[in-house]
Structures are given as structure tokens and as C-alpha cells.
């Protein structure tokens, strides 16, 4: 009777420990960053935005999930100097006809698995732009060192997945030189310590 207590003592024990879920990593936005390109028959534009918290579970030295947050709000136009042209291209951004950030303020990454291939990790997740969530697989180098963990990496992202189509050739025809291509490229850097 002893011996079963034992057993059953300890299998609740593992339980509780398995449901614990590992290390948890809060996302630090004030090292965290994130450059956008958007590119069209004519050119390109490019830009930041910030990364909003999020939290990452490590266990045994692996990322095994999480959550990243994104602020749409923030999108900021880099390579057009003047004030009006600017604020006309982050409008039109923010705008119904891209983002639509009003009525969805967040974008958000959910971190279902993470497989180390060679020297590069492939962060699996469910990626959710515009109230709209697609399967991605992305691409990092990750380090954890001293309770602080990085990962950095680049992805292009198809807009119209999550339902931008705005100037693309794959839904309106005789576009010309006003036609944007379908994929954004997106460079990061996440940074996260142990909470």
C-alpha cells in the first residue's frame, strides 16, 4: 500500500512538473526590433515596427513556445523624407486598404514548435495579421546565454494570405507600374529574459 502511495505520489509530482511548461522568457521590446521592405514595379519602401512583449517557454535549452506581439500602430516609413509623403504612406498603411489597424491593432506570432536544423532553427507558429491566422515557418539563429535569449532572422511574408490586396497583380489586372508585389520581407531581432 506504502509502495502504491509512493507511486501515485510521485506520478503527481511529474504531472504538476510537466504542467509547469519549462522556463518562461519575457519578451523585452526595448531590445526587440523589427525592419519591414515592401516592394513594387517602381521601387521599394522600407521601414520599422515595434515589437509589443510576448512571453517564450524554454525547456532543455529549447524553445518549445510562446506568444510575440506586434503593435501595427507603429509602422514607420523610413526612406521617404518628406513630412506629408511620409505620413501619407504610413496612413495609407494603417489604413483598411493594408493593415487595417483600427480594428485590429495587434498583430501576434503563436510559437507552436521550434526544430534545429544544422545551425539555424525553423520557428513553427501560427502568424495572425489582421484578424486573419496562416501557418509559418521561420527561419533564426538563436543563442541562450546567461538567462537572456536572441534570436535573429529574416522571412518574407505573402500579404495576400491575410487578405491585402491592394495594387496585387493576383487580383486586379492592368496595373502597370502601380502593381505591389505580394510579398513583404520582415528582419528581426527578438530579445527576451528569464522571468
Do not use: C
Request: proline share 1%; no cysteine.
Amino acid at each position: 500500500m506504502k509502495k502504491l502511495l509512493s507511486i501515485a505520489t510521485a506520478l503527481v509530482i511529474s504531472l504538476a512538473s510537466f504542467a509547469g511548461g519549462g522556463e518562461k522568457y519575457n519578451v523585452d521590446s526595448k531590445v526587440s526590433k523589427m525592419e519591414w521592405v515592401g516592394k513594387k514595379v517602381t521601387g521599394q519602401h522600407n521601414g520599422t515596427i515595434t515589437v509589443d512583449g510576448g512571453e517564450v517557454t524554454v525547456e532543455d535549452g529549447m524553445i518549445t513556445g510562446g506568444t510575440l506581439y506586434i503593435d501595427m500602430n507603429s509602422i514607420v516609413v523610413l526612406d521617404i523624407e518628406d513630412e506629408g509623403t511620409n505620413a501619407k504612406l504610413s496612413g495609407h498603411l494603417r489604413s483598411d486598404d493594408f493593415f487595417g489597424v483600427e480594428k485590429h491593432p495587434k498583430s501576434k506570432l503563436v510559437i507552436t514548435k521550434v526544430e534545429k536544423k544544422g545551425d539555424i532553427y525553423h520557428i513553427h507558429g501560427d502568424l495572425t495579421i489582421k484578424g486573419i491566422t496562416q501557418k509559418v515557418e521561420i527561419p533564426a539563429k538563436i543563442t541562450m546565454e546567461d538567462g537572456k535569449l536572441v534570436a535573429i532572422g529574416e522571412t518574407e511574408i505573402d500579404r495576400t494570405k491575410f487578405d491585402i490586396r491592394y495594387g496585387s497583380g493576383k487580383f486586379f489586372e492592368g496595373l502597370g507600374d502601380k502593381m505591389i508585389y505580394d510579398t513583404f520581407t520582415v528582419k528581426f531581432k527578438v530579445g527576451a529574459k528569464k522571468s
